[in-house]
């Protein structure tokens, strides 16, 4: 069953292995391309076409999966000026001057990160408050993911509470800060290094 907004996909696209297995590999070949700067333009809307339908095949079945964002990513990409710089395309080896060109898509990239960090973190906060980091939620939560990937890890992070309620406060702190940590390029060194 199709979730809201994908029904118009479902019925027109061809679903098949064999068209997935093709738009997999038109997606990574796209993808290669975009990252060499070759053939950036067309190499880019591919990505896009090749991706959308990848992820949108994965909406449908039957959970959400939220990876809508990698789409995204390569609308913007598909719309920007992507291949000016370090590509096989322009045969530059260095950025182009300062444009508004490039900081448009840059800070709607930035936004969009910061949205995907910071709303889940207000979610948190506003179903849970700060008891969405107490050892107990955190300690549930884990259960809940090894049970799903049916596999515990070496080291259990649920026998150590002090460190796991600590990791839970930090990453509420993290998710809420982060559209802060994008407004400076020192902060946002510390952002990307958080997030990883």
Same mark, same amino acid.
């Given at each position: 069953? +199709? +979730?809201?907004? %994908?029904?118009?996909?479902? $019925?027109? &696209?061809? *679903?098949?292995?064999? @068209?997935?297995? $093709? !738009?997999?590999?038109?997606? @990574? /070949?796209?993808?290669? $391309?975009? !990252?060499?700067?070759?053939?950036?333009?067309?190499?880019?809307?591919?990505?896009?076409?090749?991706?959308?339908?990848?992820?949108?095949?994965?909406? %449908?079945?039957?959970?959400?999966?939220? =990876? !809508?964002?990698?789409?995204?990513?390569? /609308? *913007? %990409?598909?719309?920007?000026?992507?291949? =000016?710089?370090?590509?096989? =395309?322009?045969?530059?080896?260095?950025?182009?001057?300062?444009?508004?060109?490039?900081? *448009?898509?840059?800070?709607?990239?930035?936004?969009?990160?910061? &949205? *995907?960090?910071?709303?889940?973190?207000?979610?948190?906060? !506003?179903?849970?408050?700060?008891?969405? /980091?107490?050892?107990?939620?955190?300690?549930?939560?884990?259960?809940?993911?090894?049970?799903?990937?049916?596999?515990?890890?070496?080291?259990?992070? =649920?026998?150590?509470?002090?460190?796991?309620?600590?990791?839970?406060? /930090?990453?509420?702190?993290?998710?809420?800060?982060? +559209?802060?940590?994008?407004?400076?390029?020192?902060?946002? @060194? @510390?952002?990307?290094?958080?997030?990883?």
């Amino acid at each position: 069953v +199709p +979730p809201l907004g %994908l029904g118009l996909f479902a $019925a027109l &696209a061809p *679903i098949s292995v064999v @068209v997935a297995q $093709a !738009m997999r590999a038109l997606a @990574v /070949a796209s993808a290669v $391309a975009t !990252m060499l700067g070759l053939y950036t333009r067309v190499a880019t809307k591919l990505l896009l076409a090749s991706s959308f339908y990848l992820l949108a095949l994965g909406q %449908l079945g039957g959970t959400v999966v939220h =990876d !809508m964002h990698l789409v995204w990513f390569a /609308a *913007i %990409l598909a719309v920007s000026p992507a291949g =000016d710089a370090f590509s096989v =395309d322009m045969g530059r080896a260095r950025p182009p001057p300062p444009s508004t060109a490039y900081g *448009i898509p840059v800070w709607t990239a930035r936004a969009l990160f910061a &949205a *995907i960090y910071f709303f889940p973190g207000l979610h948190k906060v !506003m179903t849970q408050g700060l008891g969405w /980091a107490s050892v107990e939620n955190l300690s549930l939560e884990l259960y809940w993911k090894w049970f799903e990937w049916n596999e515990v890890p070496s080291f259990r992070l =649920d026998q150590h509470p002090r460190l796991l309620a600590a990791g839970g406060l /930090a990453t509420l702190a993290f998710e809420l800060g982060f +559209p802060l940590l994008l407004l400076t390029r020192k902060t946002r @060194v @510390v952002a990307a290094i958080f997030g990883l």
